[in-house]
């Protein structure tokens, strides 16, 4: 079994502890008693790393409010460690959690004119201006009561060792923190967003977030050595001026360095998603008041809005999921936890509908080759050379061996001519094509592992070595020297693992100082590797479909184009003492939607290589898959069924007959299937969108416009549709379904 690299929050905020005496002694402590009960629910999908308070812990930041808050947290936090947790508090300050200063205080005075007086925001930021200390010394008096508070909670709950946390920050209540679990690194900042509220007044637009205090506890390459983010604060980004809106566009969305914000302040929970410039989505979290009496409108109308929510962050399939919950009077009388399906629409299991993708801010762990050599990224490697990018680019997580082939269906039409060109019966390259999880990789490790240990029978040992230009910069020529030397060191050092010597970066060196561009990578072919090898070398080229749009493609695949055309000359040159290049085998996975006829015709390798087309399942095939799972006995009954909801997807049908194994039934309800198949669902939809054409054809066909033929031919050719007796329909139902909703 892999490694757990989820990591789960609770994420709480506004309790305003203190906020009345009488509620405290009566009503909250029933509210906690049916927190720390509903918790144990939410638990069931795994345990809780940390809990995230966003501000307005107090009700106006006395050093009795902050004692009494720590006898609650003691209790929340041992409920978890009963539950099978050990989380950490994350909190950042919120515009209660001071104690403000009278307001003819000239600190005040200065901080209500903040706006006005651009000199004062300069010196404000500068620690090296002579006026720094003495614009943050009323700061730190108006915040004493929080900052001893997490003093004496840190104490007395000292960290991890899976957790840092940084508080250096311009603000107090400012920090970083670094969460480390199971090799997955979560970045989590939290910014004090309250420091200008030091009044009574309103202060929606007026308030400051700046990146400066990112970079203090952060650092200013801090992407580089975290895998994703969370951004903390207790306000809104509309409660933020003007000048600082645009510098948390520029921080959030734009460089899409954090997955999500987190935030609180108006007690009414909230989740949007938000892109700017072609990027991807991200969430903006509002949460619920945990405890609140607000009363809106002339009439004084008391609402009552408590609530919480539990997220987490998958960095396997890269989704942030959400269980909101609130806090509501039931017909008896009686209060009780349970999901928010009022604001949100969610699945039966209480969670949001729609997950976020998440970018990776660094590549994904190093695993270890189907090979079986050890992982291509580790520290000789990365000393091998004196440029860290180069380094970096050489540190691929290429792997088949994560590929599960438990219930794998034989396709004996689409595995014989890869077969036959890994046996050397043919000796044209190999393209796999066809969309995301369609099995391409299930397919390419079945006959991989096959052919080897047919090869092993006859006392040879093929090499594999995998490239994954996923882990290559490839939107400027300027970048094709570092993917040059990333494959050869890639090459250079799984050779050398079988040689057992250890100079193989000297070999990049060498030819890479002796040759120019493409040349550099054929001399180090036959020079230094071909010689080396007792069987063949099988490049297997992930994520090929990276190059068919990049400056790079048409230079990379004619590289490509020449070693074929260097295999078919060996041919002839056998006899004569030449057959180096015959041990070369080239299997391209290109994972795409696109018209392979429309992209194929126009790549120099790709019109040589034999394509094997990955489609969907036929019913024999799915028949058979459904007969590799012993806990559904009879359930090909359902056959028809299943094709007339899922068609013959096959990630999709994996899917959901591991759901049905786990859980003893085969449920073909949508709302079902739509919750085991989230994460394929949503690549597809945001596939969709990065297309505004594909996008523009998709929802004319759902809302049964009439469609140009363009537009027909767009979605015919991605694979997303198909012709039925009744018209154009959308390939598969369940993707109709998704996609309607979302609109």
């Avoid at 305003?16 to 009960?37: A, C, F, I």
């Avoid at 946390?165 to 920090?175: E, I, K, Q, S, T």
């Avoid at 607000?294 to 408590?306: P, V």
């Avoid at 015959?582 to 392979?596: D, G, N, Q």
Wanted: charged share 25%; net charge neutral.
């Amino acid at each position: 079994m892999g490694r757990d690299r989820r990591i789960r929050w609770l994420h709480l905020s506004d309790f305003h502890q203190g906020v009345n005496r009488l509620d405290q002694k009566t009503e909250v402590p029933e509210l906690l008693r049916r927190l720390l009960s509903d918790l144990e629910i939410l638990h069931r999908d795994g345990p809780i790393d940390l809990v995230l308070f966003t501000g307005d812990l107090t009700q106006s930041g006395e050093a009795k409010q902050f004692e009494a808050l720590g006898v609650f947290l003691d209790m929340l936090i041992g409920r978890l460690r009963e539950l099978g947790s050990e989380p950490v508090l994350l909190a950042v300050p919120g515009n209660h959690d001071l104690v403000r200063p009278d307001g003819s205080d000239m600190a005040a005075v200065v901080f209500d004119a903040w706006e006005k007086n651009p000199k004062v925001q300069d010196a404000f930021w500068d620690n090296e201006s002579k006026n720094y200390v003495q614009y943050h010394k009323p700061l730190l008096t108006a915040f004493a009561n929080y900052r001893s508070f997490a003093k004496a909670w840190l104490k007395k709950h000292p960290l991890p060792a899976w957790v840092e946390v940084r508080a250096n920050g311009f603000l107090p209540g400012d920090f970083g923190a670094t969460i480390e679990k199971n090799g997955a690194k979560l970045f989590v900042a939290g910014l004090n967003s309250a420091f200008l509220q030091l009044g009574d007044g309103y202060y929606k637009g007026r308030l400051e977030l700046s990146p400066r205090q990112l970079i203090q506890v952060a650092g200013q390459r801090w992407e580089e050595s975290h895998d994703a983010a969370l951004l903390l604060s207790h306000h809104p980004p509309d409660w933020l001026n003007e000048r600082s809106l645009q510098g948390y566009k520029s921080l959030l969305i734009q460089r899409e360095r954090f997955a999500a914000h987190l935030y609180g302040h108006m007690h009414e929970p909230q989740v949007s998603q938000h892109s700017e410039g072609g990027g991807s989505e991200r969430f903006r979290i509002q949460a619920a008041s945990l405890w609140s009496r607000d009363r809106f409108g002339k009439d004084s109308h008391e609402t009552r809005l408590h609530g919480y929510s539990v997220g987490q962050m998958d960095l396997d399939d890269g989704l942030l999921r959400l269980w909101p919950r609130e806090y509501v009077e039931k017909a008896d009388g009686e209060w009780r936890f349970e999901p928010d399906n009022r604001r949100y629409y969610l699945h039966s299991d209480g969670q949001l509908q729609r997950p976020v993708s998440i970018k990776r801010l660094r590549p994904p762990p190093v695993v270890v080759p189907v090979s079986g050599a050890a992982p291509v990224g580790d520290a000789s490697l990365r000393g091998s050379s004196s440029d860290p990018a180069i380094a970096r680019e050489a540190a691929t997580e290429a792997s088949l061996a994560s590929v599960s082939l438990e219930h794998y269906v034989v396709r004996e039409r689409l595995e014989l001519p890869l077969r036959r060109y890994l046996r050397g019966e043919t000796h044209n390259p190999v393209v796999l094509w066809g969309p995301a999880f369609c099995g391409k990789k299930t397919l390419l490790r079945h006959v991989l592992s096959d052919v080897r240990s047919d090869e092993a029978k006859r006392g040879r040992k093929p090499l594999e070595v995998l490239l994954d230009f996923a882990n290559f910069r490839l939107d400027h020529r300027d970048h094709l020297d570092g993917v040059l030397r990333g494959m050869a060191l890639r090459i250079a050092r799984a050779v050398s693992q079988r040689t057992g010597e250890k100079d193989y970066a000297q070999w990049v060196k060498a030819r890479f100082e002796q040759h120019d561009h493409i040349e550099r990578l054929n001399w180090l072919l036959e020079e230094d590797i071909f010689p080396r090898l007792q069987a063949g070398l099988s490049l297997v080229l992930l994520s090929a479909n990276l190059l068919l749009h990049s400056p790079l493609g048409a230079e990379v695949f004619g590289m490509l184009r020449h070693w074929a055309d260097c295999t078919q000359q060996s041919l002839h040159l056998a006899g004569e003492g030449s057959p180096s290049w015959l041990s070369l085998r080239l299997i391209t996975v290109i994972s795409t939607m696109e018209s392979p006829q429309e992209v194929i015709h126009g790549s120099q390798f790709l019109n040589h290589a034999e394509r094997i087309d990955v489609d969907d399942f036929s019913r024999d095939e799915l028949v058979r898959l459904i007969r590799g799972y012993e806990k559904l006995p009879g359930a090909e009954v359902a056959t028809d069924a299943l094709l007339q909801v899922v068609g013959g997807q096959p990630n999709l049908l994996r899917r959901i007959l591991d759901d049905a194994s786990r859980i003893g039934v085969l449920q073909l309800d949508r709302e079902h299937l739509q919750r085991v198949c989230l994460h394929h669902l949503e690549s597809v939809r945001q596939w969709i969108r990065r297309s505004p054409e594909l996008d523009d054809a998709v929802q004319r066909l759902l809302r049964g416009g009439q469609l140009t033929p363009v537009e027909r031919q767009r979605l015919l050719s991605s694979g997303l549709s198909r012709n039925t007796p009744s018209g154009l329909k959308l390939r598969y139902p369940l993707y109709e379904d998704y996609l309607r909703e979302q609109r």
